[in-house]
């Protein structure tokens, strides 16, 4: 006797909503905004000092 099994397809995960990447500048704007700028600008020079930054962040 033939029986006919269709097969089974896996459980599909949940979809997760789209993240929008924020760009370093974006971050910077929101940290200024809470923390205020003269807070931002003293961690940007200290970052600068310590050579956290790379060519491609001053452009």
Do not use: H, N, Y
Request: glycine letters at 6%; hydrophobic letters at 45%; one cysteine or more.
């Amino acid at each position: 006797m033939f029986c006919s099994v269709r097969p089974t397809t896996p459980p599909q995960p949940p979809r997760l909503p789209k993240v929008r990447a924020r760009t370093p500048e974006e971050v910077a704007v929101e940290l200024a905004a809470v923390l205020g700028t003269d807070r931002v600008d003293k961690a940007f020079g200290l970052a600068a000092i310590a050579g956290r930054f790379v060519e491609e962040d001053l452009a």
